[in-house]
């Protein structure tokens, strides 16, 4: 079974600056797709990035983008220019590429990620 | 538009209970799904409904019943509720195919007295 693991239970960074986050995840699988999500205090889950593992482009969202290393098994979010509003629970997802019916994602156990002004 | 909506959004009840959680989602997606997140934040899946159809059933007890009308609904029962079901429960919905990109509901928190 696949796992995710994020080390950092908690993170802070100063208004402006850039911070990493960083996820581990262990598969057999050669194709999968990754994920990082925000979740708010008001708890909604929200997409920040995605990427898929065929692709050797890191994939990159206005100040969001990742660092994907397939051999090492790590996908860490890198947040530059970092804002009040960036602050939440970041959540590194894994979903596999064999369940061709949808499938289910597995979770980290997220990073607290607080910005001060 | 709200994409994936669910009601209640708070829910309150007493240990013994039957209560249901309901989901829709107007994004036309094929698979809708039902993950509960913990005291702890972990997040896990309960199960996936395709075309009404249930493909994944974690190892969840039975007193969770999920049903899906069609497949923009996806509700949750819970029967016999017990003081361990306390949690947030999300809906998801995606479209296969892709990177198949999950889209979650506000959640509902579930509080069992």
């Known amino acids: 079974a696949q796992t995710v693991t994020q080390s950092q239970p908690e993170m802070s960074v100063q208004e402006a600056e850039t911070v990493t986050l960083s996820c581990t995840y262990d598969t057999s699988e050669s194709d999968y797709y990754l994920f990082w999500y925000k979740q708010p205090p008001s708890r909604q889950m929200i997409l920040v990035i995605r990427?898929?593992?065929?692709?050797?482009q890191n994939a990159t969202e206005n100040r969001f983008s990742v660092n994907f290393q397939k051999a090492a098994k790590s996908f860490s979010l890198k947040i530059s220019d970092s804002q009040l509003g960036d602050a939440a629970m970041y959540f590194c997802a894994y979903r596999t590429d064999q369940e061709t019916s949808g499938s289910r994602l597995t979770f980290g156990e997220g990073t607290q990620l607080t910005v001060n002004p | 538009d709200t994409a994936v909506s669910q009601t209640p959004k708070y829910l309150v009840t007493q240990m013994g209970n039957d209560k249901s959680i309901k989901c829709e989602q107007n994004?036309?997606?094929?698979?809708m799904y039902w993950y509960k997140q913990d005291s702890k934040k972990f997040l896990k899946i309960m199960f996936s409904y395709n075309n009404k159809e249930l493909i994944i059933n974690e190892t969840v007890p039975n007193r969770f019943s999920p049903k899906s009308p069609d497949k923009a609904h996806l509700n949750l029962h819970i029967n016999s509720l017990e003081l361990g079901d306390s949690a947030v429960y999300f809906c998801a919905s995606s479209q296969v195919g892709g990177a198949d990109t999950q889209y979650f509901g506000p959640g509902t928190r579930l509080t069992v007295l």
């Open positions: 990427q898929e593992a065929y692709k050797q």
């Open positions: 994004l036309g997606h094929d698979t």
